[in-house]
């Protein structure tokens, strides 16, 4: 299983951005598709998730301002951005939940992670 993410960049604050991570190779199911975000010096923390029945959590942080959302027929996961400010500076890294078969259990796969750089 590859995850593969896209749409890191620069934005200025107040700017907005666009994630996207697309689930590849041998997938049976998805059930959950996160982005968790690190900034220097930091832990790797939760930014948001959406569950197979489109449940989402979100971190206090970014609540009303990120908005995540995945297409279940293409296995993928995006993250819109807005109002973004200089301490969403992180390299986001997607995570996806995924059955490779039928009856197996699920397993967390990462990207390789994706660069948001918020100047003020």
């Known amino acids: 299983v590859q995850l593969q993410a896209s749409g890191g960049g620069l934005v200025q604050a107040g700017g907005s951005l666009r994630l996207s991570c697309v689930a590849s190779?041998?997938?049976?199911?998805?059930?959950?598709m996160g982005w968790y975000r690190q900034a220097p010096g930091t832990q790797r923390e939760l930014v948001a998730i959406i569950r197979s029945g489109a449940k989402t959590n979100y971190a206090d942080s970014v609540k009303d301002r990120f908005t995540i959302s995945r297409d279940n027929a293409k296995n993928t996961v995006s993250l819109q951005m807005n109002s973004l400010k200089p301490e969403d500076t992180a390299v986001y890294y997607c995570?996806?939940?995924?059955?490779?078969?039928?009856?197996?259990?699920?397993?967390?796969?990462w990207g390789k992670g994706t660069l948001v750089t918020v100047s003020s």
């Open positions: 995570n996806a939940n995924v059955q490779r078969r039928r009856y197996s259990e699920g397993m967390d796969y």
């Open positions: 190779g041998s997938v049976f199911r998805v059930n959950s």
